[in-house]
């Protein structure tokens, strides 16, 4: 075979070495998938130069039948049929004779399914001749197709019912809808309920859609509020509605209101038949879509697959209960000796504000530990922000609207019965009491809200607070409209905000406040997102994976082990890369692979997680172990970095892929372990008992002004009653035993 290309070369090379020829084939794929080939100089290829040169390469036109059932194969397959850039004639009609099983697991990863005008479609069609399995595939795509035409056609027929409203104005309509339908009856400050009647997730991303809605078709001067611009919307839209009732002004508004409830239904029923059938078609595994005439039923093949979501879930909301204890013990420690440390805001709010200084210390030291933030960081407007200032502050908002707004109306909502007026009783208090907007909306100018705040960056050292440090913190957590607009109407890429991980959303030198998203968000996942996932490409991130791998190390080393950090192979044709982590004790090599990377909240976020990042990393960490391990068999300098000796080397070896998501923990990547950066911090520091909440505090026991009772029962939960070793330690992560439930003895569990 000529070479041709940049992947019948590579084949060749790796054929000459004598790679078997499924082998090779699978590594050429693994290559397109990757990214190969690589920039030359300042020449940098194209994804459609890159698909071009993979499909019309005679690896891919001479590749054997069974070579198309491999994992690499498979999801080459399906970034062809998802792209529609280049077309390989007769490619698909081939696969679905030689491998139909391979292509349908492609169709189904590719998003195929919600994109039936795609070319690939029509090849998809004419390939179903060779295959009836390809043709009942066909059928089924036909009726998702149908489904989610209906479903579309219902949202835009609402939407036009609300063309004519500003994004200001579809924000009050929202606002409504909250306290009507979101906001908890039995709303407590301190631990606010989960709503009743609705999910709160569901109806933010409805509403972050709409938002993008508007802001898409969003003139520049609408976007620049002005009191002028705001109080024409209150009177037109607001007041008639809280204080008009039964009068004509009040007919428009009520219709509207009307129509956003409505839309959202719509958008929700759109947004679930995404994720819980679409998505769950193209990205869940443990189930399939049979059809029953017109109607697809679900078949579960594999209970353990679906389960793993869900617990997936589980133990991340037990991850914020540990980081909560984590931080009660750093009050109890450092903080209560010295009261005036914690100090903020009136005495009557004193227990609100230390719940908050608390929870501001959760989302810190989980980002210091756990995804190597630094105590500063920088916000878009490239100012430098204290982070921890900055998540007290938003921990602080959200004790407000919390007392202020949500508490304060559901206390009316019980007096009254209704919601209006519960609403029409919060506002004329909120009037009466010193003349503050209590509107199920705020806004203020920018200066005025940096004056605010000022007074929540008080140090020892600042003790007025810090003006430039308020207007950073605002800027950290601000979503700028109109900037947003501008992108989305050039149709330009990126991501855009959700409405909890930057709250604060700038409309020119107006800035506008949803008490019910503040009030209600879990701010340490708001933190986590908004410099992992909003602010991936910052100059610092990769300090900060280099942080993560350092704290592991320096855990690894309490525990006697012997530490090696970002080593770098000698290169060679298989450029393995950095290694990340070494770690050895006694007979056992660690080889440690660190991600760092974002919440993910769906299906489809952690499928292409695992098939891009964690695949690569598994491919990559078996180059590294061999590459660790030709190093310790040749050079005696490289051994002695690690403590060895030529008489005392390694017999077993441990390559484990630590990521800061817990999404695919305890999978396997290339055969190696998956594992979170979190579970392997807790199981070195032998704290699990904390992850169940021991002393009550998430169940509303939020009294941290107490001493706590020395812990005697360590023995009933500790992972090591024997005592720490390699062998243990290595139980414990690949039984996940942190996560099992201990006898609960004297409050602890």
């Not at 290694?579 to 952690?606: N, P």
Request: net charge negative; with cysteine.
């Amino acid at each position: 075979m000529a070479a041709t290309n940049y992947f019948d070369d590579l084949f060749l090379r790796l054929s000459d070495h004598g790679v078997p020829l499924p082998v090779a084939v699978e590594r050429v794929a693994t290559a397109y998938l990757d990214g190969k080939p690589l920039p030359v100089g300042k020449k940098k290829p194209s994804k459609k130069e890159r698909d071009s040169l993979f499909w019309s390469s005679n690896v891919v036109k001479d590749c054997p039948a069974e070579s198309w059932h491999s994992e690499a194969m498979v999801l080459a397959v399906a970034r062809y049929v998802g792209q529609e850039r280049v077309a390989a004639e007769g490619f698909m009609t081939r696969v679905a004779r030689e491998a139909p099983d391979a292509l349908i697991r492609a169709v189904r990863h590719s998003g195929l399914v919600l994109n039936p005008h795609s070319p690939r479609r029509a090849e998809l069609d004419q390939a179903a001749a060779k295959s009836e399995a390809v043709t009942e595939l066909c059928r089924v795509l036909d009726l998702f197709g149908l489904a989610h035409r209906e479903r579309v056609a219902g949202v835009e027929a609402q939407k036009a019912q609300l063309a004519k409203l500003s994004v200001f104005d579809l924000l009050l309509y929202a606002s409504l809808y909250a306290f009507e339908v979101l906001v908890p009856r039995d709303f407590k400050a301190k631990a606010p309920a989960s709503p009743a009647g609705a999910d709160c997730r569901l109806a933010w991303d409805a509403l972050n859609d709409l938002l993008a809605w508007k802001l898409a078709g969003a003139s520049s001067s609408s976007l620049n509020l002005t009191d002028d611009s705001i109080g024409r919307s209150i009177v037109q839209h607001l007041r008639p509605l809280l204080f008009e009732s039964g009068t004509a002004n009040a007919r428009e508004p009520l219709r509207n209101l009307r129509a956003f409830h409505a839309l959202m239904d719509a958008q929700i029923e759109l947004n679930e038949f995404t994720a819980r059938s679409a998505d769950a078609f193209c990205y869940d595994d443990g189930i399939r879509f049979e059809r029953r005439g017109d109607r697809l039923e679900i078949v579960e093949v594999n209970p353990a697959a679906r389960a793993a979501w869900e617990r997936d879930g589980q133990r991340l909301e037990r991850l914020h209960g540990y980081w909560f204890h984590r931080a009660m013990d750093t009050y109890v420690e450092q903080v209560a000796s010295d009261p005036d440390k914690w100090a903020i805001g009136r005495p009557e709010n004193a227990d609100a504000n230390r719940l908050a200084w608390l929870r501001a210390l959760q989302a810190q030291l989980r980002l210091r530990e756990a995804y190597g933030v630094d105590d500063h960081v920088s916000a878009e407007s490239h100012q430098t922000v204290n982070l921890f200032q900055a998540l007290l502050s938003l921990n602080l908002m959200s004790v407000f609207f919390q007392q202020d707004f949500l508490a304060a109306f559901a206390d009316r909502l019980e007096a009254s019965g209704d919601w209006v007026t519960a609403l029409q009783r919060l506002t004329m208090d909120g009037l009466r009491d010193g003349h503050q907007s209590r509107l199920p909306l705020t806004w203020s100018d920018r200066d005025a809200k940096v004056t605010n705040i000022t007074g929540w960056t008080v140090t020892a050292a600042e003790p007025k607070g810090n003006a430039r440090m308020a207007s950073a913190i605002l800027d950290f957590w601000t979503y700028d409209m109109v900037a947003v607009a501008a992108r989305l109407q050039r149709n330009e890429p990126g991501l855009q905000p959700n409405l909890f991980e930057r709250p604060v959303l700038k409309f020119g030198a107006t800035l506008v406040q949803l008490p019910w998203i503040v009030g209600l968000q879990n701010n340490s996942s708001a933190a986590i997102n908004n410099l992992r996932r909003l602010g991936a490409r910052r100059e610092h991130a990769r300090d900060e994976a280099r942080r993560i791998e350092a704290g592991l190390a320096r855990l690894l080393e309490t525990r006697g082990f012997t530490t090696l950090l970002n080593w770098q192979p000698p290169r060679g044709e298989d450029d393995p890369g950095e290694v990340d982590l070494i770690a050895t004790l006694g007979h056992h090599l660690f080889v440690i692979e660190v991600k760092s990377t974002f919440m993910r909240g769906s299906q489809r976020e952690a499928w292409l997680h695992a098939t891009t990042t964690l695949r690569k990393a598994g491919h990559q960490l078996r180059r590294k172990i061999e590459a660790v391990s030709l190093a310790i068999a040749s050079d005696h300098e490289f051994r002695a970095l690690l403590g060895l000796t030529e008489d005392r080397v390694p017999t077993q070896c441990h390559g484990w892929i630590a990521d800061t998501s817990i999404e695919c923990d305890h999978q396997r990547f290339g055969g190696f372990l998956k594992v979170s950066v979190e579970e392997l911090l807790i199981a070195l520091r032998d704290d699990r008992h904390l992850l169940n909440d021991p002393e009550g505090l998430l169940a509303g026991n939020d009294r941290v002004d107490r001493s706590r009772d020395a812990d005697t029962s360590r023995a009933t939960w500790t992972l090591y009653p024997d005592g720490f070793s390699a062998e243990r330690f290595i139980a414990v992560v690949e039984t996940e035993a942190v996560w099992h439930h201990g006898r609960r003895t004297s409050g602890h569990a």
